[in-house]
């Protein structure tokens, strides 16, 4: 049984996996046994130290005659000391005189995120005491890399591994020769149906890795001193009730479950009778009514078992492809701002106002204190929200207790409208970093595509500068300028990634075509009201994240725009029929539906709270996976741009400026 690449190439459905067998007579037996049951797909990698027994196996089938090399088919893997275009060739050399081959079938890049090389040896650099990222990672440089090597005859077809749907995306944009399979955890529990159409809508096969939940794994992990709990899959009693029937086991049961659905498999064992048996798969056929039965058994994310968090500090890395993207947006100050405009009320009143934002510091130092207790490690904040000294206090504080280190936590701020000049991008970065008491950003935004004046030169706490009743907008904004000069703090070290904020489609690609650091992510509003569809297409071909704010429309902006007499009609989203009946069926509030119908599309979302309860509730969103059909009809929802929210038509005459975003044209 085989899948056919695009490219035409045929891969087998069952193959033996290598992961954790470090015992090379057992697992030169395993190879031998495999290869007599009639296996033809072996899967290794670098970072498994073992392709040089695989090698020795092989070698001894090719020279025996027992075997050709056009009869089996060999995957590797890039390891993640390897993630710089010019270490590519070097590591697919030491792996093809390991294997004692000329090529392989099937390179794949092993993770997403690099580790810094020390030497070919050592596979987790460590330096005191701690895990040595590389978080310079360019994905698309490495794999214009990897197609030099599938031009040179020495790799047959590239792919990869533990990816996110928008890192395949960024890949096939760039790819000459595009990824023919991904290689991810999935099984019964943790199905990953939305990664695996993701895949599909790009032509790219899956591989399985932990078909049967990786029940060995916990052995290994309590052998480091590591926590590992078997999820049981092998024990679930509709997986045993289904293999009584056939006659089978539930290992069996569970790798037929996914070939059935065109997925490899590549189970891992060193006993002979297991192996023999997960390839005996294919005298028997499920039918649709256990299909779905099996199906139903999936937990969404709380069924994984392998998010690579035994690498401390991997959350951190700009390429971490499992990241929950809930952050908490404290944005009082702005939408105060916004008010003082539309009332006509002057910059003298300020010290009013100040006295209110300083009676809700403690109301934000105690959200955010629950918020990182809850496990929230993406802060967002902006300049304009006038906050980010509150939560520069509260994260010097966890990182002076030892409980937070710097590379665990991913902050992101904003360059203010009145930054928007060149000259004035490096003054409120540091401005930023200075109230954050940080050295660095983890991402920095353009917070809108247009520019506001800078009154006065020494008051940078004009934020939203106005004059005669009028917003002061600059209308010599000069978007690429303004990026050149943001690519600059990339190659300082004070920013990690720089994204973007409001801009519609044509700005976006602007940017995209004169950067040298593209933008990584993109944040606007979207929520189920106003989905804004063909604006994530625009940034998924460009490779760029998204990022939802008002993921659930902003309905706690109602009660503070009436008290400062400005109208604001919620849209009533949470209180939506669709919304409720979905969140009755999983026993989750509206708002987590919500959130989790945008995080399952891999949107990033950021709710706003600063209730406790609430911050708890909105991370924890990834036990439950919506259906196909829930996620249509939440879907049908949309309603355009009737739905938007947030227009900046509170700025009066912004609309005027050549840079605002939503002209209708």
């Known amino acids: 049984m085989l899948v056919t690449f695009q490219n035409g190439q045929k891969m087998p459905l069952v193959g033996l996996g290598t992961f954790l067998a470090s015992n090379e007579q057992e697992l030169e037996t395993a190879v031998n046994v495999a290869l ?33 090399r056009e009869e089996f088919f060999i995957v590797t893997k890039l390891p993640p000391i390897g993630m710089t275009p010019e270490k590519v060739p070097f590591f697919l050399k030491k792996s093809l005189e390991n294997l004692q081959l000329t090529y392989v079938d099937l390179y794949l890049i092993h993770m997403p995120f690099g580790l810094q090389f020390v030497d070919e040896e050592t596979q987790i650099p460590m330096k005191d005491g701690k895990i040595m990222f590389d978080h310079s990672t360019n994905l698309e440089a490495v794999w214009k890399a990897l197609e030099d090597e599938v031009d040179a005859g020495r790799v047959k077809s590239l792919g990869i591994s533990n990816f996110n749907a928008d890192q395949v995306q960024r890949i096939v944009n760039i790819a000459k020769h595009k990824p ?95 192996i023999q048996q ?205 990026w050149k000069a943001l690519e600059a703090e990339v190659d300082a070290g004070r920013v990690k990634s720089l994204g973007i904020s409001n801009f519609n489609a044509d700005q976006a690609q602007r940017i995209v075509n004169i950067a040298k650091h593209k933008p990584m992510n993109h944040q606007y509003e979207t929520h189920a009201y106003f989905q804004q569809k063909s604006l994530r297409e625009a940034n998924q071909k460009l490779g760029i994240t998204v990022c939802g704010y008002a993921p659930f429309g902003s309905p706690g902006r109602k009660v503070f725009y009436n008290s400062v007499g400005l109208k604001f009609e919620s849209n009533g989203l949470l209180d939506d029929p669709t919304v409720e009946t979905i969140a009755k ?55 355009g741009f009737a739905g938007r929210t947030v227009n900046f038509n509170a700025f009066k005459g912004v609309q005027d400026h050549p840079e605002y975003p939503f002209k209708t044209g």
């Not at 149906?193 to 890795?209: P, S």
């Not at 092998?234 to 790798?255: C, E, H, M, S």
């Not at 891999?602 to 036990?623: A, H, L, M, Y």
């Open 36 to 68: 007599e049951a009639k296996y033809r797909l072996i899967d290794t990698a670098y970072f498994y130290s073992n392709e040089h027994v695989i090698g020795r196996v092989l070698k001894q089938w090719l020279d025996s005659g027992k075997l050709k």
């Open 278 to 482: 997960n390839i005996e798969i294919f005298d028997m056929e499920l039918t649709a009514v256990e299909m779905k039965e099996l199906e139903t058994l999936d937990r969404g994310s709380a069924g994984r078992t392998e998010d690579f968090t035994a690498l401390k500090g991997v959350k951190s890395h700009p390429e971490y492809p499992f990241k929950t993207g809930i952050c908490c947006i404290p944005s009082i100050n702005e939408l105060c701002k916004i008010a003082e405009k539309s009332k006509n009320v002057q910059w003298q009143t300020h010290n009013q106002l100040r006295t209110f934002l300083a009676s809700n510091e403690q109301q934000l130092e105690t959200a955010l204190n629950a918020a990182l207790e809850a496990g929230y490690r993406h802060i967002d904040t902006a300049y304009v929200y006038s906050n980010e000294h509150v939560i520069g206090r509260v994260l010097k504080q966890w990182l002076d207790s030892g409980k937070l280190k710097r590379e665990e936590m991913f902050i992101v701020t904003k360059l203010p409208p009145v930054g928007m000049t060149p000259e004035k991008v490096p003054f409120f970065l540091k401005k930023s970093l200075e109230s954050l008491q940080l050295t660095y950003v983890d991402l920095y935004l353009i917070h809108m595509p247009f520019g506001l004046k800078l009154i006065n030169e020494g008051d940078e706490d004009s934020r939203l500068p106005m004059k005669d009743r009028k917003t002061e907008v600059d209308h010599s904004t000069n978007l690429e300028a303004v």
């Open 585 to 639: 069926k999983y026993n989750k509030t509206t708002a987590q539906i919500l959130l989790r119908f945008l995080t399952q599309q891999g949107i990033v979302v950021i709710p706003k709270s600063v209730t406790p309860s609430r911050i708890q509730q909105n991370i924890e969103i990834f036990d439950i996976e919506l259906t196909a059909d829930e996620m249509k009809e939440l879907e049908a929802l949309d309603k």
């Open 180 to 274: 023919m399979n991904h290689q991810y955890e999935t099984h019964a529990y943790f199905q990953q149906k939305a990664l695996r159409e993701a895949n599909q809508k790009l032509g790219i096969t899956v591989c399985a890795f932990a078909p049967i939940g990786s029940p060995g794994r916990k052995d290994f992990c309590n052998s480091m001193g590591l926590k590992f709990e078997s999820n049981g899959l092998l024990d679930d009693p509709t997986v045993g009730r289904i293999a009584k029937k056939y006659n089978k086991t539930p290992a069996q049961i569970l790798l037929r479950f996914l070939t059935q659905q065109g997925i490899v498999v590549i189970p891992k064992s060193v006993t002979p009778t297991r």
